[in-house]
């Protein structure tokens, strides 16, 4: 199995937890950010993550794709899921982009590796949300909007490896974009939420990206 990747997207790391939670080695290609045409030879159109399954066959859902790693060989995301964790992280989600957006071209991931890499994401991400460093001057401002959504998880997770107290959805949902979240310097994380984000990178064998 292959998956195409970016290494900033949260959504792709749904994909590469579930296979370290499993043990099962994924062969990974970060695609170039301008490379669009290595994705729409794949699935017809720009977008990851994208899973080639050991049959040649493209899968284009993060959580089909879960689904499917997770069934092979014994489940483990068994647990149970909670409504209120999913709402939880898609707040955390739209306000995390305003601070991990300007960041992400500044990590020296792969996925920026040209010139014409990195400015095809600069352009594109300046079109959605506006300048990229006037966006890092309001760093402030914007982990002072996203704090309150962080103590929310904090008092909703019930263990440190698992969010619900056993693996389930829930913690492919939460873990991803706490990694992303992890790229901002100033951003301090709730006791709870910091071991859950600890235990949870070491158990799946995955160090932070750079915080900047
Ligand atoms: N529903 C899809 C969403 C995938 C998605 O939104 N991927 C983003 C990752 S950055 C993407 O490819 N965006 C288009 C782009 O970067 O041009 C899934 O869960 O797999």
Redesign the pocket.
């Known amino acids: 199995m292959r998956l195409y990747l970016?290494e900033h997207?949260s959504?792709?790391f749904r994909v590469r937890m579930a296979a370290a939670l499993k043990r099962l080695h994924l062969q990974e290609t970060v695609v170039l950010e301008d490379d669009s045409d290595t994705m729409t030879r794949l699935v017809g159109k720009?977008?990851?993550?994208i899973l080639v399954k050991d049959d040649g066959q493209p899968m284009?859902?993060?959580?089909d794709m879960v689904g499917y790693i997770d069934g092979l060989g014994d489940p483990v995301l068994t647990g149970p899921q909670r409504s209120e964790i999913a709402a939880c992280a898609d707040t955390i989600v739209a306000k995390t982009v305003p601070l991990t957006w300007p960041r992400y071209p500044l990590l020296g991931l792969p996925e920026f590796g040209t010139v014409a890499a990195l400015d095809h994401y600069v352009v594109r991400k300046r079109k959605q949300l506006g300048d990229l460093v006037e966006l890092r001057a309001k760093t402030r401002e914007h982990i002072d909007a996203l704090t309150p959504e962080l103590e929310k998880l904090d008092r909703l997770i019930e263990s440190p490896l698992a969010v619900n107290g056993r693996l389930s959805l829930d913690d492919i949902r939460v873990l991803p974009l706490l990694r992303s979240a992890a790229v901002v310097k100033g951003l301090r994380f709730p006791h709870k939420v910091r071991e859950y984000f600890e235990a949870m990178m070491e158990r799946i064998g995955y160090q932070p990206l750079p915080a900047v």
């Open positions: 970016f997207c959504i792709c720009r977008v990851v993550p284009l859902e993060s959580m």
